[in-house]
């Protein structure tokens, strides 16, 4: 089953979840927009007390339990992502710093949501909001930075006569903070003919004994060392290039475009709509399985982006579940990739507003939307939906 839906409280449903039990939590919570939040400001104990005046109290003190349960249920290895808007980044962050600890912050990411800015109300367009990205514990931390999708095609110019695509890499390393005094096992001499291209760590007819340079002359290193060259000779290249002391030798590694484990690059922390998709696409994904009856869904590239971080078979936590973009997320990268994973929304079972398109539409809380979106993708999609109501009170 790849979707399961708790319909309660998520200050309900969270403790009954076993410990360290989810690998990763994406979650959109309620923005502190001057609304009235639609989750009890309540504390585990029952406690109803509020040490703090003003709105920002309200709203932290509303997420602080929240957190806390989260981090209950995530396991050592796993991460929390949180969506947020300016209203409340701040806060957040040193909430988060509280909770989950400084030490295992991993990002700040920019979104850019809404590329044409919004046009209403004073100051400047925004046109992003933040995920704010925690480890459980960072020293074990399963998310990988890199990913697949960061990579471009257009980085790797040449072709092999078989058709493989790849670049140049100088072998040298450029860094100048590792040098023959830094690093001196990398320092050592490898023989190549620019004519055939050829390199070995010995030397051979036809051979120039080459030892690595910075432009200006300086000794350098190599990256790789004597036993990686003998691994893998043929990905290493003798090139004739031209310094600024005129032509010389050098050698360069062939970087290739599809190399064996995936080719991953690092991704950036300004996440652009072209590469994850905006608010008005992620309208568009909410219209097409159930109708407009959500304002301001996330896009599920979003959380796609996020899910190729880590393994394919991870345990996927959402417990403000909203449109239930997550689990649909967590259903296409499935279908896309065959992976195993598994997605815990949880949203509760208040009254959709007064004559809003949801309502219209027959759907009377938001869990109805959450429900009605991952059934249908169950239905396009696969995967299948449990749905576990935990209490029809709102408290």
């Given at each position: ?5 708790h ?16 690998d ?5 919570p309620?923005?502190n ?26 709203w932290?003190?509303?997420m ?8 209950e249920?995530?396991?050592p290895?796993?991460a929390?992502?949180?969506s ?6 701040a806060?957040?962050?040193l909430?988060?710093?509280e ?13 850019n949501l ?7 109300g ?23 930075g890199a990913s ?5 095609e ?19 390393n450029?860094n ?14 490898l023989?190549?003919d620019p004519a ?15 030892t ?12 790789w ?15 004739v ?16 475009l ?7 690059k690092?991704l ?14 992620a ?8 109708g407009?009856?959500?304002e301001?869904p ?10 190729s971080?880590l ?8 417990p ?19 992976g ?21 539409a ?12 991952l059934?249908a993708v ?5 995967g299948?939906l449990?749905?576990?109501v935990?209490s029809?009170d709102i408290?």
């Amino acid at each position: 089953m790849w979707n399961t839906l708790h319909v309660g409280d998520n200050l309900d449903v969270l403790p009954l979840l076993p410990a360290a039990s989810v690998d990763v939590v994406y979650t959109d919570p309620p923005y502190n927009t001057g609304n009235d939040f639609a989750y009890a400001d309540r504390f585990r104990d029952g406690s109803h007390a509020d040490p703090y005046a003003g709105r920002h109290a309200a709203w932290t003190a509303m997420m602080r339990p929240r957190l806390e349960a989260v981090r209950e249920v995530l396991a050592p290895h796993g991460a929390v992502f949180v969506s947020i808007d300016d209203n409340e980044a701040a806060h957040l962050r040193l909430l988060m710093d509280e909770v989950f600890g400084e030490a295992n912050f991993l990002a700040q990411v920019v979104v850019n949501l809404n590329p044409k800015g919004r046009q209403l109300g004073r100051g400047f367009a925004t046109s992003h909001e933040y995920v704010l990205a925690y480890a459980r514990h960072l020293p074990s931390c399963a998310v990988d930075g890199a990913s697949t999708e960061a990579v471009d095609e257009a980085d790797f110019p040449l072709t092999t006569p078989d058709g493989r695509r790849f670049r140049y890499l100088p072998l040298r390393n450029t860094n100048k903070k590792f040098n023959p005094v830094s690093t001196p096992t990398l320092h050592y001499p490898l023989h190549g003919d620019p004519a055939t291209g050829r390199v070995s760590v010995s030397e051979f007819d036809g051979s120039t004994a080459l030892t690595p340079v910075f432009g200006d002359g300086r000794p350098a290193v190599w990256r790789w060392s004597r036993p990686r060259v003998e691994e893998r000779p043929d990905d290493l290249e003798c090139r004739v290039i031209r310094g600024r002391s005129g032509e010389r030798a050098d050698i360069f590694q062939r970087d290739w475009l599809h190399r064996e484990g995936g080719r991953r690059k690092k991704l950036r922390t300004i996440w652009l709509a072209e590469e994850i998709g905006s608010t008005d696409t992620a309208v568009a994904e909410l219209k097409a399985v159930v109708g407009h009856v959500f304002e301001s869904p996330k896009p599920t590239g979003l959380v796609r982006r996020i899910l190729s971080t880590l393994p394919a078979d991870v345990v996927v936590l959402d417990p403000f579940a909203g449109s239930g973009t997550t689990g649909h997320a967590v259903a296409l990268a499935n279908a896309a990739d065959g992976g195993a994973r598994r997605c815990i929304s949880i949203n509760s079972a208040e009254p959709t507003r007064a004559g809003s398109n949801a309502q219209l539409a027959g759907l009377a809380t938001v869990a109805d939307i959450t429900r009605a979106r991952l059934a249908a993708v169950a239905e396009l999609v696969g995967g299948g939906l449990e749905v576990v109501v935990k209490s029809p009170d709102i408290r």
